[in-house]
């Protein structure tokens, strides 16, 4: 799951063991992952992706929804407003 404005809470907890401890969790790849969209890029493929637009500037957004859509292997769920996705990504998302 990645979130574009405020981090899940999830994340925060568990950032607050470290980064190298965060992100072990990820490579596992055994439980869900939340993460911050601007880290996108370092996420890895998962069968289902969702992002939260849950606020966050449409610059970072505009970047982590096709980043987010390419990492999803099955499904991409998007959760927000859908005139904010359709104005970054163009109709037809």
């Known amino acids: 799951m990645l979130t574009t404005g405020d981090q899940h809470p999830w994340a925060a907890h568990e950032l607050s063991f470290g980064e190298a401890a965060y992100w072990a969790q990820q490579d596992t790849g055994d439980d869900v992952f939340f993460a911050d969209a601007s880290a996108v890029e370092r ?3 998962r069968p289902v992706v969702i992002v939260a637009l ?3 500037d449409d610059e970072t957004t505009a970047r982590a929804l096709p ?3 390419a990492r999803a292997g099955v499904l991409l769920v998007v959760c927000g407003d859908p005139q904010r ?5 163009g109709a037809g998302v």
């Open 43 to 45: 996420a890895k493929t």
């Open 85 to 89: 996705v359709t104005s970054l990504l």
């Open 54 to 56: 849950n606020g966050g």
């Open 67 to 69: 980043s987010a859509m």
